[in-house]
């Protein structure tokens, strides 16, 4: 769920700098509140850039200004995160992620690049749909918030072709898919270069995107990207669709003063609105307008440290996933074939597992080829299972090993422990 809304804890910002000369500057307090201002309904256009790398700050000041600029105002918003993988709302963490990769990136000994050993990617679950991107400090994410009634999926994307263009991007373009991409090799490929992701409300609309600029790990993207997990699963939600991406090779900088600018022109705001915004820091603005750099210092706003606290923790994460099943062989549901189990179980293993929010609903695990024995293993190892939250298993063998496992019969243990690693390696417990 969204965090609940509240009494705002106001923080200060200075307004440091004028209105271009063609519009005078506004009659405001020389201090004044983010809160105050981000809700007044004078200002129908408002500009800002993050200077934080937080991603749970970032998704948390984008949902604050959705949820409280004015209904008839349109919002740019710029930031960038550092190394970070990004769920969207419906989306299963175990289809759409090496988990195990990610864990790993914490260790030393491995073949995951230097930089994100120092700087292990986050896992983030956002609060809009579409599929899952990887963040870091190479792209610049834009999110563009309107009323309901203007909202049109192209319309802004067309804007960052624009602001790309002016960089000389001349290839840049929308697709049917509503992706940016350009052709960046001989064979004429489009590249995926940004995707969006939406979110709609009664009265406003959320675009966001994020626009590949200089990222040093699109070699690596693809490999925290691919799950061991995913042809097990069968789940509900949205999986994403893998496009191949290219780095578009313009500064963070150029490109968001780029779009400032295309967004100032779309909207009337008027020129000189990059250096005002960039140098300020804090609020400033003009006659209908406002905007400015804004940081950690927003979590002052009780809201958005709310929102923050909430995107972090292991409930919003895990316990938000639709219900999914995980099963080791083709079931009628879903008759795809599987990748052949390690060869130390025995031919008969049948794994299944179904979770709603991350909680089992039910299971059978058995190694027996014989059906009644089959099911008693299954119904042993349920009682422990029932209700177990799959993100807070730690060891899947030790779990399974410290269950009741009888029925296993002799060397009962080392059969539930060779299942426990397997396990391990689908649920990036590895």
């Known amino acids: 769920m969204a965090p609940s809304r509240g009494i705002f804890s106001l923080v200060k910002f ?20 983010f809160a105050t201002l981000v809700s007044n309904p004078t200002y129908t256009q408002q500009i800002y850039l993050s200077r934080s790398h937080s991603p749970f700050l970032n ?4 949902h604050f200004l959705l949820q409280n600029t004015p209904p008839n105002s349109t919002v740019l918003f710029l930031y960038t995160n550092s190394p970070s993988i990004i769920l969207g709302r419906n989306q299963n963490p175990w289809v759409e992620v090496n988990l195990g990769l990610l864990n790993r990136a914490r260790d030393s000994n491995n073949a995951v690049p230097a930089a994100l050993r120092e700087e292990p990617p986050l896992l983030v679950r956002r609060r809009s749909g579409g599929g899952t991107v990887f963040h870091d400090h190479g792209n610049v994410n834009y999110s563009v918030i309107t009323p309901s009634a203007d909202f049109h999926r192209d319309k802004h994307a067309s804007m960052v072709v624009r602001a790309l263009r002016r960089l000389g991007i001349t290839e840049a373009r929308v697709n049917d898919r509503h992706d940016i991409v350009i052709v960046s090799d001989p064979r004429g490929t489009p590249r995926k270069i940004s995707g969006s992701a939406y979110k709609l409300t009664r009265q406003r609309s959320l675009h966001h995107g994020t626009c590949l600029l200089s990222s ?9 990207l691919r799950s061991p997990a995913k042809a097990y699963i069968k789940a509900r939600g949205v999986e994403s669709v893998s496009s191949p991406v290219a780095n578009v090779g313009v500064r963070s900088e150029e490109f968001e003063r780029a779009v400032v600018a295309e967004f100032g022109d779309m909207y009337g705001i008027g020129g000189g609105v990059w250096e005002k915004i960039s140098a300020s820091k804090g609020i400033c603005g003009g006659r209908g307008w406002v905007g400015g750099a804004i940081g950690e210092e927003s979590l002052e706003v009780e809201e958005i440290a709310r929102g923050a606290i909430e995107l972090k923790s292991l409930d919003w994460i895990y316990a938000q996933t639709p219900q999914f099943t995980l099963s080791s062989h083709a079931m009628p549901e879903d008759p795809r074939g599987r990748p052949a189990l390690p060869t130390s179980l025995p031919l008969s293993t049948r794994v299944s597992i179904t979770a709603r929010s991350c909680a089992i609903t039910s299971s059978h695990i058995s190694v027996s080829s014989d059906p009644t024995r089959a099911e008693i293993q299954a119904a042993e190892l349920h009682a422990s299972l029932k209700g177990k939250r799959i993100h807070e298993v730690a060891d899947w063998g030790e779990f399974l090993k410290n269950s009741p496992n009888e029925a296993f019969g002799e060397g009962g243990r080392k059969i539930v422990g060779e299942l426990g690693g397997w396990l391990n390696v689908i649920f990036g417990r590895n």
């Open 14 to 33: 200075r307004l440091t700098c004028l209105s271009p000369p063609r519009k005078q500057a506004l009659p405001i307090r020389s201090l004044s509140t």
């Open 59 to 62: 998704l948390s000041i984008e």
């Open 216 to 224: 040093p790990y699109l070699a690596a993207i693809p490999s925290y």
